[in-house]
């Protein structure tokens, strides 16, 4: 049987067409467009891919997919921040490089196969493609150097479309995912879904490579300090940001809600968070640690990538019994769906089997809780990449015999300065309710030291001077 979603006198509906693990292309009328300001960066129309094809017990269930791509900046004058105008002649920047359809994977959350999707397969499925460079954050209805970011629109936009023409009023479930930028973007509009859906409609979310903490960069890089990206790209494209966070942290910036450990508080929803312990677009491309010219770890930055894991293990630390995780001790960006396994207690499982289990409240020999974060980071003093199946990613074997050298506990921090942003977060966390707590860790003697401020951003007398820590916001910078 083939299928394929189609419009019929401007609605949305299914048809046997197309095969069904293909997607249909829905382009926003230029109406559309000026209503919703749902543009790529071109100004060519946004828009969305869509099955409405569910079938049996998936029939009004349904999962949108954000895609990844990273971010770029209009008219960056930074040499490591990717200039957006670079993306305008792609599918990254235009939808005039967009196919009438495209296919879904084999194996993934948003797949259409029973083998490789066991547990979604037969609910209907909406993906956005990402042309808007801003994390589905922006909201900008003017150009900057003649290029929009406006990827909340496009989102919202395609929210309006399926409700107008009546998808989402028969919706029972919704499942708003994404992998690395769209990661990010899940988490930052999942409040926005859930105040658009009816109150009675089960909303979750599933962040893929999109749970980022504000650390300290390689000591010596050169790249922009994350906070001060955040803070630009935030004025220019007047992100769409969580807004019970916004009230619950205010009077700090609202920008600190792009942040998932600040915002994740305020997601309202149940959530399953899939991230590697050590992901290398963090390591390398946020925060600038080096490697060989082939690509290959240096020895002397192990120390600073051990303290990078510990602080994302302790970021985990706080997040409720209603989320699940999976969390493998990988060097990777992007969590395999399948191949990729967890040894618990009692068997291994992969993320295919945690995040189905944990949707479905059915038992997981392996991780009873749904929380697997991989038991191998704690049985060998903190290796990279202890667990024998990840694929991909990078050669973890230089440091796979250097220890970390900060405790695993939250209240490592030994500086002045350290012992002031933590007591200074303790008030605040307690006007933020059950906020993330801020993860502060520090390095003893000589090797590089990270500092992770998750959850606020602060500013602080030190010395007689303003010692500004901001909430430093996560970038993706590849899928």
């Not at 390398?284 to 060989?292: E, K, N």
Request: aromatic content about 10%; glycine content about 10%; hydrophobic content about 35%.
């Amino acid at each position: 049987m083939t299928t394929v979603v189609v419009e019929v006198d401007g609605g949305l509906t299914c048809n046997s067409t197309l095969p069904a693990s293909r997607l249909g292309r829905h382009l926003f009328s230029p109406l559309e467009v000026a209503e919703y300001g749902a543009r790529c960066l071109d100004g060519s129309p946004g828009g969305f891919y869509y099955n409405l094809c569910g079938t049996g017990s998936g029939q009004n269930k349904l999962i949108i997919w954000l895609q990844g791509g990273g971010y770029c900046m209009a008219n960056s004058t930074k040499p490591d921040i990717e200039d957006c105008s670079r993306r305008v002649g792609t599918a990254q920047g235009s939808s005039n490089y967009w196919g009438a359809s495209v296919s879904t994977p084999s194996a993934a959350l948003w797949s259409r196969t029973q083998a490789g999707n066991p547990d979604f397969y037969n609910w209907n499925v909406v993906q956005i493609l990402y042309c808007s460079g801003d994390l589905y954050a922006g909201r900008a209805n003017t150009t900057r150097g003649g290029l929009y970011q406006a990827g909340h629109n496009i989102l919202a936009g395609m929210l309006a479309t399926l409700k107008k023409d009546g998808v989402l009023d028969r919706m029972t479930d919704i499942i708003l995912g994404g992998g690395s930028a769209g990661g990010f973007g899940s988490h930052i509009n999942i409040d926005y879904l859930r105040r658009f859906v009816s109150s009675s409609t089960r909303v979750s979310v599933v962040p893929v490579s999109g749970w980022f903490v504000a650390i300290d960069v390689y000591p010596g890089s050169q790249v922009t300090p994350i906070a001060e990206v955040g803070r630009i790209m935030y004025e220019a494209s007047s992100s769409y940001v969580n807004q019970d966070c916004v009230a619950a942290i205010a009077p700090l910036p609202p920008y600190m809600c792009l942040l998932a450990n600040t915002s994740y508080p305020y997601w309202g929803v149940p959530s399953f968070i899939a991230e590697n312990l050590y992901d290398t677009n963090q390591i390398f491309g946020q925060d600038g640690t080096p490697l060989t010219p082939d690509r290959k770890l240096i020895p002397a930055t192990c120390p600073y990538i051990h303290n990078f894991g510990d602080i994302i293990a302790q970021s985990f630390t706080n997040v409720a019994n209603r989320s699940g995780l999976f969390v493998p001790s990988c060097l990777d960006h992007g969590v395999d769906y399948v191949n990729v396994r967890i040894a618990g207690p009692n068997g291994n499982v992969n993320f295919q089997q945690m995040v189905g289990d944990w949707y479905n409240s059915r038992p997981n020999a392996g991780f009873p809780t749904y929380r697997a974060l991989d038991p191998c980071y704690y049985s060998t003093s903190g290796a990279v990449q202890c667990n024998p199946t990840c694929v991909g990613g990078a050669d973890a074997a230089p440091c796979n015999t250097v220890t970390s050298t900060t405790s695993t506990s939250a209240t490592s921090a030994t500086s002045a300065t350290s012992a002031t942003l933590a007591a200074s977060t303790t008030s605040i966390s307690s006007a933020a309710s059950s906020s993330s707590s801020s993860l502060l860790s520090s390095s003893t003697g000589s090797s590089p030291s990270l500092t992770s401020t998750t959850s606020m951003a602060l500013s602080l007398t030190c010395g007689g001077n303003l010692l500004v820590v901001i909430l430093v916001i996560p970038f993706i910078l590849f899928i």
